[in-house]
């Protein structure tokens, strides 16, 4: 999938095999779901569109509570790409931050202290 992230640079993010069947099972899907396309307008309405969505999504998934929000997605992704890679710039890169340090503290990473 083509996002854009910070600072506007669009990157390609991976599907994982849930997130691709439930992409296929929208096509066609009732006006309840709404995917967040890019459309003529400022960024900050497109990010607000995007974190409505993920709220959305989670609270019909029952995933919610103190400290559950939409950047939980960003960092739960964030920490799977730490994980795999153990590279902080890789985590960066996908994620579209340019600040290591954001990154970092987004994903509870503490890299500059090793």
């Known amino acids: 999938v083509r996002v854009?992230?910070?600072p506007g640079v669009p990157r390609l993010v991976p599907l994982s095999p849930w997130g691709v069947t439930h992409l296929r099972?929208?096509?066609g899907a009732s006006e309840d779901w709404v995917?967040?396309?890019v459309r003529a307008s400022v960024h900050d309405a497109r990010r607000t569109r995007a974190t409505e969505l993920a709220r959305n999504v989670m609270r019909r998934a029952g995933v919610t509570g103190p400290g559950v929000g939409a950047r939980s997605v960003t960092a739960w992704a964030g920490?799977?790409?730490l994980a795999e890679t153990g590279d902080i710039r890789a985590v960066a890169r996908r994620l579209g931050f340019s600040s290591l340090d954001v990154t970092a503290d987004l994903i509870g990473d503490r890299?500059?202290?090793g």
Request: charged residues 20%; without cysteine; negative net charge.
């Open 25 to 27: 099972r929208m096509v």
């Open 111 to 113: 890299w500059a202290d």
């Open 79 to 81: 920490q799977q790409v």
């Open 4 to 6: 854009v992230g910070d």
């Open 35 to 37: 995917l967040v396309g």
